[in-house]
């Protein structure tokens, strides 16, 4: 018997977003705690920036609490997630948003760096996922949005690792859909093309401009998708990935598919 | 069955259609296997365990019971033997 929220918004539930503290992770708390939800968000090292994303939540009215962990380490999140429960309660979605880039070719990647990006990038969400599920379970409603990368479509060199991961991780929200899409949980991607964060200042110049003209995004360019998907009109919305890149990824593909003419259709 | 175990059994049964959708005219007997005769599946089972740990009170061991399947082929009777034994500890 599925035991839903009562209320259509956001009002009463509540989320764990990891990686929260910058970029689109902090875009996503603050979008869902505009929404009404009590916003739980991890970071690792960005303790001022989790404190100032807490700080402006609860300015606007919201309730955000900050919660220092290493999605990595699996006593971490299987602590995080019980401490969560048992303050809350409740725990009625999940995004998982932490992960890093450290781009190397792969003829030049150590071992441990392979499984480093790897563990952080997909091991930290499966841990997050097996964790949460328990507790959705119980409630007979949960929501999962983990965000993954167009890197797994259009993967630059030395994007092994991160893409491999991302990949990974697109697989791992379609089967968790078929485990448990019949219990009211719904496990959706969003994998956003380039977005202006922290964490991509180090690869933007690298990356630059496209030929298509697409703008870099802004991290709430990605927020209203996933707050879309972790509400309760997502709900025949099952283990997909939505692309959102400005169009880069079409473009590319329609820019393959003719002679290119710049700026001319074909 | 005592009265306790007629209580434990009948909350047992709220689970069981809880978790289980198309069992909720069905009747149920201790008989019954889960998993055989009421259909339930892995994950129906986690959740059971942990609806039945906290309605009922107990640390329902799902894995041990898991392993000892073949002497009671997970029916609900053997569910109701394990909540008993623990409420007796």
């Not at chain 1, 999940?94 to 071992?111: E, F, G, K, S, Y």
Request: hydrophobic share 45%; charged share 25%; aromatic share 4%.
């Amino acid at each position: 018997m599925s035991e839903r929220p009562s209320t259509e918004s956001g009002t009463g539930r509540v989320a764990l977003v990891t990686g929260g503290s910058r970029g689109i992770g902090a875009a996503v708390v603050h979008r869902l705690a505009a929404e009404g939800l009590t916003v739980h968000l991890v970071y690792r090292e960005a303790e001022e920036a989790a404190r100032n994303v807490v700080a402006a939540v609860t300015a606007a009215g919201g309730r955000a609490v900050a919660h220092r962990a290493d999605v990595a380490d699996e006593k971490q999140v299987v602590d995080l997630v019980e401490r969560i429960a048992d303050l809350e309660g409740a725990l009625h979605v999940l995004v998982n948003n932490a992960a890093v880039i450290d781009d190397r070719l792969v003829a030049a990647t150590p071992t441990a760096h392979w499984e480093r990006v790897l563990r952080i990038n997909l091991t930290g969400p499966f841990l997050a996922c097996r964790e949460v599920l328990p507790v959705m379970l119980d409630q007979g409603w949960g929501r999962i949005v983990n965000i993954s990368s167009n890197s797994v479509r259009i993967p630059g060199p030395g994007q092994s690792a991160y893409a491999a991961a991302k990949g990974g991780l697109e697989a791992l929200t379609r089967t968790l859909a078929v485990e448990v899409g019949r219990k009211g949980i719904r496990i959706n991607t969003v994998a956003p093309g380039k977005v202006r964060t922290e964490m991509t200042d180090a690869v933007a110049e690298r990356l630059g401009s496209d030929g298509a003209g697409t703008r870099w995004g802004l991290p709430e360019d990605i927020s209203g998708l996933v707050a879309f998907l972790a509400g309760d009109e997502a709900d025949y919305i099952q283990g997909q990935t939505f692309t959102v890149d400005g169009g880069r990824l079409v473009m590319r593909a329609a820019a393959g598919a003719r002679p290119r003419r710049a700026g001319v259709p074909a | 069955m005592s009265p306790t175990e007629n209580a434990d059994f009948n909350v047992l049964v709220e689970l069981l259609k809880d978790v289980k959708s198309g069992l909720e005219d069905q009747p149920i007997t201790q008989a019954d296997s889960v998993v055989e005769d009421l259909g339930l599946d892995s994950l129906d089972l986690l959740q059971l365990a942990r609806k039945i740990n906290r309605r009922l009170g107990v640390d329902f061991d799902l894995d041990s019971w898991n392993e000892t399947a073949a002497e009671h082929r997970r029916t609900v009777g053997s569910i109701l033997a394990v909540v008993e034994a623990a409420q007796r500890v």
